[in-house]
């Protein structure tokens, strides 16, 4: 149904730029480049630390990264059909009277501190990645670095606001230790903190983490999908262990026991509705998708103890280098990277392409 609670090790790169620029496929790398003559993109040459978080140094790059995901994020919130953040108006005015643009940069800054809290608490509870995870995380750069080229690959990272590839590669790391602390405190979250109904408190109103069970209505498990939704919500309403239900009923193939954490517009609208509407370890009635029959139980999840973690974290903001970053400017530099890189991926194919004819014609 959806993508895990953070980005994903694998593939990462090829969903950046494969299809279009953000500017729009009708245009050219060299109508795009000249449109943007003009801009120096002075916020990519930051190299500062923006804040001290528990004692860890937070870096430009990992700053610029969250300025993009939470702009692209708002952008789309705001309005869904548009594709271009590179000629989106950042310094709109919010229905709060705010500036867009200081919006952003502000939840850009706290869920940047938030991950990293949530990575630093990930080690303290003793995860690491095994040798193959970290290998995995390598090798996703160094396969498309190997398959499409150094400019697409590095173009492709900057155009999620990311200037340094072996940053990138530690963040992949990071993030997926975060994802493991994530699924822990879904199935442990008295591990972390002793009444998880302190949590109650950091709840919001647009995110949820859920385990839910599916039931496909095309089905090749069960003869009457909609009989076999029935018995299964009969059986969680009754008390049973709910992770025990979805080892034997689930046909979401997707989904971990930790199930899934999640904002507006990432899951089906009726699935949403019913999701945000739970109470904690709450069951809901049938909800009916076009993937099936779902039962959904509302969990604490990371977007709690996350916000709980936060109000214990140490944070250091350097507010002179944070305001040197303008958002405006970072956007349309992610705009123009991922123009190149796709022009750049395109190339690529044309390379394979011809090589592949000329060893075809080789072989004749």
């Known amino acids: 149904m ?10 990462i790169i090829m969903a950046a730029v494969i299809s279009c620029s953000l500017f729009g496929c009708s245009k050219s790398e060299k109508q795009i480049e000249k449109e943007l003559e003009e801009t120096t993109f002075a916020s990519n040459e930051i190299k500062d630390t923006v804040a001290v978080i528990n004692g860890e140094e937070a870096c430009a790059d990992e700053y610029r990264y969250y300025l993009y995901s939470v702009g692209k994020n708002k952008m789309l919130g705001i309005d869904p059909n ?14 709060e009277g705010e500036k867009l643009s200081d919006v952003i940069k502000e939840e850009a800054f706290m869920q940047m501190a938030k991950d990293m809290v949530g990575v630093q608490k990930a080690k303290e509870a003793g995860f690491t990645l095994t040798a193959e995870e970290t290998k995995t995380a390598a090798d996703s750069v160094d396969q498309a670095l190997k398959k499409f080229g150094e400019d697409y690959v590095l173009n492709s990272i900057k155009a999620m606001g990311i200037q340094d590839i072996e940053f990138y590669k530690q963040k992949i790391q990071n993030m997926a230790l975060l994802q493991k602390v994530a699924d822990d405190s879904v199935l442990h979250m008295e591990k972390y903190v002793s009444d998880p109904g302190l949590l109650q408190e950091y709840r919001l109103v647009d995110h949820a983490t859920v385990q839910h069970i599916l039931i496909q209505k095309s089905s ?15 059986k969680a309403k009754a008390g049973e262990k709910f992770e025990t239900l979805m080892q034997t009923y689930n046909e979401d193939p997707g989904e971990t026991e930790a199930g899934y954490t999640f904002g507006p517009g990432e899951m089906v609208e009726s699935f949403e509705a019913a999701a945000f509407a739970l109470d904690y370890e709450q069951i809901s009635d049938i909800v009916d998708t076009q993937y099936g029959y779902h039962i959904i139980k509302r969990k604490y999840g990371i977007t709690e103890l996350g916000g709980y973690w936060m109000t214990m974290a140490q944070i250091e903001k350097k507010e002179d280098i944070l305001q040197q970053f303008n958002l405006d400017e970072i956007m349309k530099s992610c705009a123009l990277a991922e123009n190149r890189a796709a022009a750049a991926f395109s190339e690529s194919n044309t390379q394979t392409g011809s090589t592949q004819t000329g060893n075809t014609q080789a072989g004749n």
Do not use: H, I, Y
């Open 220 to 234: 090749e498990k069960f003869t009457d999908p909609a009989a076999t939704a029935q018995e299964v919500l009969a």
């Open 2 to 11: 959806k993508n895990r609670w953070v980005f994903r090790v694998g593939g």
């Open 82 to 95: 548009m594709t271009s953040v590179g000629s989106f108006d950042w310094e709109q005015q919010t229905a």
